[in-house]
T-cell receptor, first 113, second 116 residues
Framework: GENVEQHPSTLSVQEGDSAVIKCTYSDSASNYFPWYKQELGKRPQLIIDIRSNVGEKKDQRIAVTLNKTAKHFSLHITETQPEDSAVYFCAASQNSGNTPLVFGKGTRLSVIA | ETGVTQTPRHLVMGMTNKKSLKCEQHLGHNAMYWYKQSAKKPLELMFVYNFKEQTENNSVPSRFSPECPNSSHLFLHLHTLQPEDSALYLC???????????????FGNGTRLTVT
């Protein structure tokens, strides 16, 4: 089955700096990679996702990159703001909808003002 | 506001108690899920229901018993739990079984369970 590793487990950055969170996956059949953000005491929310027919996707200050050959994908947050502080989870599954999402352990991002 | 509502938000129970967690989704989704979230561990999928039929049980101990009376409601019945069962229990739903770009996962706010 799929296994998703996520690094780092904690990350502190100064406000305005960039943050990068990396994930690797094991199943070469996986082709759907969403990212969820969970603020303290709140539910995880989908912030961006990428499918394997795309190498990079951007949404304002957030971007995801995917390297299928190396089986890793990353979340990039630019110009970080205090409200970006949260736990971020990566996940992987097959876009066909035949397999459940497998999540990474999460990265706690702290943006220091 | 979330389309997936969970009650209660917090629950403290003894190991001999019986309690139930409730989840309701107002999104018209066909699939519903129970996840367990423990500190420093990945989100663990417990149960999956599609059109109110259980499609997956991830080797969850029998002290956790799910119930899905219809596509909008999901329960998790708890009995004789252990302290290590203390965690945040998240309900989620999606349009179709499992997830894709067209059928992302929507979570509720969770129930924080403490077993004493």
């Amino acid at each position: 089955g799929e296994n998703v590793e996520q690094h780092p487990s904690t990350l502190s950055v100064q406000e305005g700096d960039s943050a990068v969170i990396k994930c690797t996956y094991s199943d070469s059949a996986s082709n759907y990679f969403p990212w969820y953000k969970q603020e303290l005491g709140k539910r995880p929310q989908l912030i961006i996702d990428i499918r394997s027919n795309v190498g990079e996707k951007k949404d304002q200050r957030i971007a995801v990159t995917l390297n299928k050959t190396a089986k890793h994908f990353s979340l990039h947050i630019t110009e970080t703001q205090p409200e970006d502080s949260a736990v971020y989870f990566c996940a992987a599954s097959q876009n066909s909808g035949n397999t459940p999402l497998v999540f990474g352990k999460g990265t706690r991002l702290s943006v220091i003002a | 506001e979330t389309g997936v509502t969970q009650t209660p938000r917090h629950l403290v129970m003894g190991m001999t108690n019986k309690k139930s967690l409730k989840c309701e989704q107002h999104l018209g989704h066909n699939a519903m899920y129970w996840y367990k979230q423990s500190a420093k561990k990945p989100l663990e999928l417990m149960f999956v229901y599609n059109f109110k039929e259980q499609t997956e049980n991830n080797s969850v101990p029998s002290r956790f018993s799910p119930e899905c009376p219809n596509s909008s409601h999901l329960f998790l019945h708890l009995h004789t739990l252990q302290p290590e069962d203390s965690a945040l229990y998240l309900c989620a739903s999606s349009q179709d079984l499992y997830q894709s770009h067209n059928s992302p996962l929507h979570f509720g706010n969770g129930t924080r369970l403490t077993v004493t």
